[in-house]
Nanobody, 123 residues
């Protein structure tokens, strides 16, 4: 079971660090991606970490501001979000799959989802 954590309320320009963990199992061997869903909108790809190449992928809207990284000691996949904007407000979800797909940006490619964590960017 995946679980996303670290959300909260932050002012524009601020930072947050989200974590995706797996209870009872290791994330080793899994590619993990982050999606977000704003009210009334579809779930959209944000960032991804590909195993075993350790390649990272980002949506254009977050490039240069968000960084995805793996913390093996804590068995988590983290999303560092800097220079946050009101448009980043959404529920953030992590998802995992054993084999990377070229359609990594499509939420329908994932069966393993964590419960989301709410990020609100507002002054």
């Amino acid at each position: 079971q995946l679980q996303a954590s670290g959300g909260g309320l932050v002012q524009p320009g601020g930072s947050l660090r989200l974590s995706c963990g797996a209870s009872g199992r290791t994330l080793s061997g899994y590619s993990v991606v982050w999606f977000r869903q704003a009210p009334g909108e579809d779930r959209k790809f944000v960032a991804g970490y590909r195993w075993p190449t350790r390649s990272t992928y980002y949506a254009d809207s977050v490039k240069g501001r968000f960084t995805v990284s793996r913390d093996n000691s804590k068995n988590t996949l983290n999303l560092q979000m800097n220079n946050l904007e009101p448009e980043d407000t959404a529920v953030y979800y992590c998802a995992a799959r054993l084999h990377w797909t070229v359609a990594y940006y499509d939420p329908r490619q994932y069966d393993n989802w964590g419960q989301g964590t709410l990020v609100t960017v507002s002054s």
